[in-house]
């Protein structure tokens, strides 16, 4: 039986994954902090885990403001589980979860092999620690995460902090840029297909369609029956995945739309 270790329990992804799979898998959450590696060691020892799917991390926000800390927490504990994982004699399946925040902005969709050029302190760390899992474990997977959304998000993530806005009245200061957005539900299916299907490989997970971010903002509001402040500038990104390579394993997607309002 698959018995799966996730790290970063509390996290907005970890929840979902938990509460949807705990009946599916043998799921042991680390609830302690991942710097602690005396504690990390001997969990993962004690549990004899097959899976170990790391959600822990410290947000871009918190990355900008404690930039020793990130460093711990988004690179050096990584480096530290790895290496204790290549000493075991049944070495676990690693999940990571990183972002696509590793690329630049592209008019074209971005595959896996596309150009890296991170631009702040958090995906630099996130590809940092992409390229030392490659180089120094075997049996892993890389999952580039494109914008998520759901339920019971945090506010520093775009639509809950839009909806904030727009219910408060705040100025929205916004551009044309187009994103890709994925459902927290579509993530965590992600990861259970993963797991199921022994993909070892760096996946892009997305929903594989660009948003406008404006046209999200006055979807939002339609539904908030609230007229929005807009601020729009002319300045056009786009972020888009180009998801072929997860579809060639046989995975399939569902439509976003219809949980935007949520």
Known sequence: MKHICITGFNSFIGKNFYKKYKKKFKISPYKDNINNIIKIKKFIYKKKITH???????????CENNKSECSNTN????????????????????????TSHVYNYSRTKLKETSKTNPKNMYAKLKLRSENYIKRNYKNYTI?????????????????????????????????????????????????KF?????????????????????????????????????????????????????????????????????
Do not use: C, W
């Not at 690179?75 to 990183?98: A, G, M, Q, V």
């Not at 500038?233 to 997607?253: C, E, H, M, P």
């Open 52 to 62: 170990l799917v790391n959600f822990a991390g410290l947000s871009r926000l918190k």
């Open 75 to 98: 690179y050096k504990s990584i480096k530290k589980i790895i290496s204790f994982l290549n000493k075991l004699n049944d070495k676990p399946h690693f999940i990571f979860i990183s």
């Open 143 to 191: 999952l580039r995460l494109f914008n998520i959304y759901g339920p019971n998000q945090p506010n520093n993530y775009f639509i809950p902090d839009i909806k904030e806005k727009i219910k408060k009245g705040e100025i929205i200061n916004i551009d044309k840029s187009i994103r890709d957005f994925i459902h927290v539900s579509e993530v965590s299916k992600v990861i």
């Open 194 to 262: 993963v797991i199921d299907m022994n993909i070892y490989e760096t996946l892009n997970v997305g929903s594989g369609k660009g948003y406008s971010l404006i046209k999200i903002v006055r979807y939002l509001s339609k539904n908030l029956q609230k007229k929005p402040i807009l601020i729009a500038k002319n300045k056009t990104t786009k972020l888009v995945a180009d998801i072929s390579l997860l579809k060639s394993y046989g995975f399939k997607t569902k439509t976003n739309e219809k949980y935007i309002n949520i």
